[in-house]
Every structure is written in structure tokens, then in C-alpha cells.
């Protein structure tokens, strides 16, 4: 009875705010609900994060300032829905799918942002490459359409601009990119420098900027890879580009500290770490199409082993590293090809490829490890004859791991390259042998 007269309660009322977080009093809600707070004649939208036994604590997709204890609560009749579909081609969108490019209103069904994986056994098989018209990334680190990649790098290296030159570059028919935490003032530097009228014409852009709400910033991600979905299961072969997975982390340890949760590894509680796989495996193969996904980490420091990139780096199928280093010797894009690895490469690729590839790479690591001795002349040319081939080719092998971000470079081009230099470098070993 008790159950019955709660269930028919159409509407409640704020009982405390602290911080960013609501308490309600008075409805019976569950985790996931979406409500309505009534604010001196205005309507603010929170979900619901976590109850008791006494009362239901909700995040708001908008400021706290102003809500006053005894605000009326009404719980909305679904989840939050936003628009789905082609019509989405070429538009900017904040995390609830509103316009924010000054385009009009988008006519397209509305769905929900949540949806289960695919089955694993209903899942394509990846055996087809996908081009990105990034040819050290197509060469020596293939990526295979339906294939989840992370990019592991500090800030400032060139992680967006490698992104969005992978989105001009793709053979991919649809592109969808997730910006998650950005910079407001880069947003639109990216769209029309980076990005540009080519790239933008077959993408769909959702953008949650740091200083909106966690909720948002979290719904940014789950919009992008539900707009994926929809593209994939209409038969397209798509990529998904998020930026970043650790902004994402964090929002989720913003929602999950304010819902009671303990701060367990470096500081994120434990539904971080079940968001990741949760939301990655969304991505991938599907029975139809494809997604293919490129999602950004942020290692502070170098450190690849801290919380957020070791999860992700055990959900994804292969990590490109982008090294300082290389950045600061005026290399782009900084992909240290030696440090990073697509799973999948050995199964999207012809025997002769990956030859030619794992000579590219014995030669580079040959001459990595004698380069502190080429530096202070103390290396004896002959001692190693890999060496010797890969320091006599140098600028050759950097000129090919060299791209501008505005180059797009098909994979044939890049293959044929790579087959010349590594002819090249086999020759130069017989020579000196």
C-alpha cells in the first residue's frame, strides 16, 4: 500500500544543495531518473545519481545558483532524449543534442543516449584496414574497421590536430567527434582551422566544454557513440573520435564523489573504471556497420601507467603514443612508432606488408639504440650493419614518418613508400654484411 501511494506522488521537493549536488525529498526515484526543479519561474533539468533510505541526491545539467530549499521537484516521464540520425550531418551540437552552430533547429527522430553493447558473437569479424590518410598510422600501426585505438600523450602534442586530420583523411563514410572538456575558446578553432568545411561536411560534432556540468560532459561521450551506433547499424562504416577518455574519467569522479562513492585509486571511485569498458565496448564491429574508434588519454607526466590509461589501455585494441620529444625536434605527426602497437595490424595486412613494416621498424629501433653513442662519436660505423643502414637512411625514414596536418596521404601511396624504404634498407644491410 505504502509502495502504491508513493508511486502516485507527482511531485516533490528540494531538501538540501551542497555543492553541485541536489537532495530530494518526497518521490520515489531511481538511479538514472530524470527530474525537473522548479527555480523562481524557471525549469532546471538533474538526473538522479544515487538514493538512501530517506532521500534521492540528483546532479543538474545547469548551475545550483538560486535553488532554495522547498523548490518543487516533478520526475520527467523518461530519460533525456536527443536527436539521432543523418540529419545530424554537418552540425555542431552541445551534450543534449541542441544546435550550437547558428544553423536552425535539426529535424531527426529522438532516442535515448544509453544502449547495450552488441553481442559479442553477433559481432563482424575485423579483417578489412581502414584508411586514416595518416600513412605511419596506416603502415606501421594498420588500424581495421571496426577496431577501438587509444592515442596516450601528454597535453600540448598535438592530439586534436591528429584527430581531425585522420577525420579529412578516412575512407570511412561518416565521422563523429566527441569533444569532452575542451577548451571553450578552442572549439571553434578546431572546427573551422583543424577540422574545416571538408572534414565538418560528413561529421557530426558534440561539444561539452569545461566548464559545463560533469552530467553533460559524461553525455557528450554516450550522445557520440549513440549517433556511431545509429550510422553503424545503417550499414556505414564509421569513426568515432573522442577527446578525451581522462576528461571523461573525471567528470564521472565528480559525479561519483558527489554521489557517496569512495575515492579508491588516485582519487576515482570505482564507477570510473566500470564506465570505461561499459562505454568502449559500445564501439567496434556491429552486425552491419562498423565503428572505429580513436579515443585520446591524457598520461600527465609520461606516466602510461597511471589509473585511467592502464584501464583503457587493457579495453582498447592497440595505443599510438605521441612523445614530447618529437614534438620539440619539429616532427608531426609525434607518433613514436616503436612504442606504439594496433593488435590487429598482422590481421588487416598482406605477409609482404608486414615484412616491409618490421624492417622499418628493426632498422628504427637499431638506430635507437646507438643514437646516445652517434651523438658523443663514440660509435663505430660497422659494429652493427642494421644500425649502419638505418643511420645512412635517416632522413629518409623521417622524411616518410613525417606528415603536414594538412597532407592526406592514401594507403597505396603509403605502402609503395614503405616497400622502397624498406628495399631500400635491406639492400644497404647485404651491402655492408
Given at each position: 500500500m505504502t509502495g502504491t501511494l508513493l508511486r502516485a506522488v507527482s511531485r516533490g521537493s528540494v531538501s538540501r544543495v551542497v555543492g553541485t549536488e541536489v537532495e530530494l525529498r518526497g518521490l520515489r526515484l531511481a538511479v538514472g531518473d530524470a527530474v525537473d526543479v522548479e527555480v523562481r519561474g524557471e525549469t532546471r533539468v538533474g538526473e538522479v545519481v544515487a538514493v538512501d533510505d530517506h532521500a534521492a541526491r540528483a546532479l543538474l545539467l545547469g548551475t545550483t545558483a538560486g535553488i532554495a530549499r522547498g523548490d518543487v521537484v516533478r520526475p520527467r516521464p523518461g530519460p533525456l532524449t536527443s536527436p539521432i540520425g543523418d540529419a545530424l550531418l554537418g552540425r555542431i551540437v552541445d551534450a543534449l543534442g541542441r544546435p550550437i552552430d547558428g544553423k536552425g533547429p535539426i529535424d531527426a527522430p529522438h532516442d535515448g543516449v544509453d544502449a547495450a553493447a552488441p553481442n559479442a558473437l553477433a559481432r563482424q569479424r575485423v579483417e578489412d584496414p581502414l584508411d586514416t590518410g595518416v600513412k605511419l598510422i596506416d603502415t606501421l600501426c594498420t588500424v581495421g574497421r571496426g577496431q577501438r585505438m587509444g592515442l596516450f600523450a601528454g597535453s600540448g602534442v598535438g592530439k586534436s590536430t591528429l584527430l581531425a586530420m585522420m577525420v579529412r583523411g578516412t575512407t570511412a563514410s561518416r565521422s563523429v567527434i566527441a569533444l569532452v572538456g575542451e577548451r571553450g575558446r578552442e572549439v571553434r578553432e578546431f572546427v573551422e582551422d583543424v577540422l574545416g568545411p571538408e572534414g565538418l561536411a560528413r561529421s557530426v560534432v558534440v561539444v561539452a566544454t569545461s566548464d559545463e556540468p560533469a552530467l553533460l560532459r559524461l553525455r557528450a561521450a554516450f550522445l557520440a557513440t549513440r549517433v556511431a551506433e545509429a550510422f553503424a547499424d545503417d550499414g556505414h562504416d564509421v569513426l568515432l573520435t573522442v577527446d578525451s577518455l581522462t576528461r571523461l574519467a573525471t567528470a564521472q569522479r565528480e559525479v561519483g564523489l558527489a554521489a557517496g562513492e569512495p575515492p579508491t585509486s588516485k582519487g576515482y571511485p570505482p564507477s570510473v573504471f566500470a564506465l570505461l569498458p561499459r562505454l568502449l565496448e559500445?564501439?567496434?564491429?556491429?552486425?552491419?556497420?562498423?565503428?572505429?574508434?580513436?579515443?585520446?588519454?591524457?598520461?600527465?607526466?609520461?606516466?602510461?601507467?597511471?589509473?585511467?590509461?592502464?584501464?583503457?589501455?587493457?579495453?582498447?585494441?592497440?595505443?599510438?603514443?605521441?612523445?614530447?620529444?618529437?614534438?620539440?625536434?619539429?616532427?608531426?605527426?609525434?607518433?613514436?612508432?616503436?612504442?606504439?602497437?594496433?593488435?590487429?595490424?598482422?590481421?588487416?595486412?598482406?605477409?609482404?606488408?608486414?615484412?616491409?613494416?618490421?624492417?622499418?621498424?628493426?632498422?628504427?629501433?637499431?638506430?635507437?639504440?646507438?643514437?646516445?653513442?652517434?651523438?658523443?662519436?663514440?660509435?663505430?660505423?660497422?659494429?652493427?650493419?642494421?644500425?649502419?643502414?638505418?643511420?645512412?637512411?635517416?632522413?629518409?625514414?623521417?622524411?616518410?614518418?613525417?606528415?603536414?596536418?594538412?597532407?592526406?596521404?592514401?594507403?597505396?601511396?603509403?605502402?609503395?613508400?614503405?616497400?622502397?624504404?624498406?628495399?631500400?634498407?635491406?639492400?644497404?644491410?647485404?651491402?655492408?654484411?
Open positions: 559500445r564501439s567496434g564491429p556491429r552486425e552491419v556497420g562498423t565503428i572505429t574508434a580513436f579515443y585520446t588519454v591524457l598520461v600527465e607526466g609520461g606516466d602510461h601507467d597511471e589509473p585511467v590509461a592502464d584501464a583503457a589501455r587493457s579495453i582498447l585494441d592497440g595505443h599510438l603514443v605521441l612523445d614530447r620529444s618529437l614534438t620539440t625536434a619539429g616532427r608531426f605527426p609525434a607518433i613514436d612508432p616503436l612504442a606504439s602497437l594496433s593488435r590487429l595490424a598482422t590481421t588487416v595486412t598482406t605477409p609482404q606488408q608486414q615484412a616491409d613494416a618490421q624492417t622499418l621498424r628493426r632498422s628504427l629501433a637499431a638506430a635507437d639504440r646507438v643514437r646516445d653513442l652517434v651523438e658523443v662519436g663514440a660509435y663505430v660505423p660497422g659494429s652493427d650493419r642494421v644500425a649502419d643502414a638505418a643511420l645512412s637512411l635517416m632522413d629518409d625514414l623521417v622524411a616518410f614518418l613525417t606528415q603536414s596536418s594538412q597532407d592526406v596521404v592514401t594507403s597505396d601511396d603509403a605502402w609503395m613508400r614503405i616497400a622502397e624504404l624498406a628495399a631500400r634498407l635491406r639492400a644497404t644491410e647485404e651491402a655492408t654484411a
